[in-house]
């Protein structure tokens, strides 16, 4: 049998008892999912952005179909730094899985607001710095193309958080770049912990008979299966360019789609689109990662890369 200690994953002073989490946006704060799935079976929750003030988001229609996947332009709504602490985190502290806020904003002192306030709360255990999100004006994506600016923020992010020094800052990176080793490497170069590979990759869909974009704000974000490929191709690249732990999510419905996230070279993994549809699936997948190293006689979830031939 697989001890469950061999399970549990390690990023600074964050110790999820097992390598799977839900991915953000895809579990809302937890409540809403808590009558589906049992959260303290599960790694870790990634919650949906936190930004400094409330969003509404973008406007209707937000989401489209598309082949083995969905588009998304969400647009990081959130009901805002001080409600997200009045009424959200209360539910979420004392969870034995761990608790990474997904941190966003439209300019660096966002993302510093954030981080300073949380680190004065308890039940916060990580920081997951959203560079990525393809659906906002500013911030997001703009941020995270630019290797300097992404380096720049994290270093900011990493000096401020020295009052809580256990928990990690994990900065989530957008597939959308040529070369993803670069901001990888801006990012452990500014003091981040680990990665977490990929958000969503920038789509459209037009319907034919309206002419029109399907989604109010033309583009949006494409999640799941078809984006997995790329995920793990980002994962193996940036996991080979860092030295710091990558947690690889993009179109994970399976154990073998955690698998080849794992043998690729990541440490952790997230399931996000594949909750809409499936609410266990997080469980099916740590099921199967667990089956797999008893099968392979593997001691611990980051000796899993070394499997791949
Ligand atoms: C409806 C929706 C909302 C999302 N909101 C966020 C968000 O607030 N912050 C973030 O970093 N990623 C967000 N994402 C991206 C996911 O966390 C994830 O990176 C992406 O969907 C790829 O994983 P998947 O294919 O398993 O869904 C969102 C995705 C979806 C589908």
Redesign the pocket.
């Known amino acids: 049998m697989t001890d469950d200690r061999n399970l549990g994953v390690t990023i600074r002073g964050m110790t999820m008892p097992n390598p799977v989490g839900v ?4 579990f809302g704060y937890g409540e809403e999912y808590e009558a589906l799935v049992d959260l303290d079976a599960l790694g870790a929750i ?4 936190v930004t400094p003030e409330p969003r509404p988001g973008n406007p209707a229609p ?2 489209a179909d598309t082949p083995a ?2 588009l ?1 332009s ?1 647009g ?3 009901p805002g730094l001080d409600a997200f602490v009045a009424d959200k985190l209360p539910f979420l502290r004392g969870r034995r899985c761990s608790v990474v806020v ?1 941190v ?1 904003g439209k300019t660096e002192d966002d993302y510093l607001r954030v981080v300073e306030r949380l680190d004065g709360e308890a039940g916060v255990d990580g920081y ?1 710095i ?1 560079v ?2 393809p ?1 906002v004006a500013h911030g997001g994506l703009a941020f995270g193309t630019d290797p300097a600016q992404v380096e720049r923020l994290t270093r900011r992010l990493a000096d401020a958080r020295s009052k809580a020094p256990g928990r990690p800052i994990i900065v ?1 990176l957008s597939p959308n770049v040529t070369d993803i080793t670069a901001v990888a490497k801006a990012a452990e170069a500014g003091g981040a912990d680990a990665l ?1 590979c ?3 990759l920038v789509g459209m869909v037009i319907d034919v008979k309206a002419r029109r974009t399907v989604l109010a704000m033309g583009t949006g ?8 490929p790329v ?1 793990v191709a980002c994962v193996y690249k940036a996991s080979r360019a860092v030295s710091i732990p990558v947690i690889g ?5 399976s154990a073998d789609d955690a698998l080849q996230y794992l043998l690729a070279g990541a440490v952790a993994v ?7 549809s499936r609410p266990e699936a997080p469980l099916e997948v740590l099921d199967g990662v667990r089956a797999f190293m008893e099968r392979e006689g593997v001691g611990s979830v980051a000796d899993i890369r070394k499997l791949l031939r």
């Open positions: 991915a953000s946006g895809a990634y919650t949906k952005a937000r989401l996947g969905m998304n969400i990081l709504a959130n997904n966003a997951e959203n990525s999100c659906n989530k977490s990929v958000n969503t974000g494409l999640s799941g299966p078809a984006i997995r995920g999510l993009g179109g994970i419905a997230q399931v996000g689109t594949a909750l809409f």
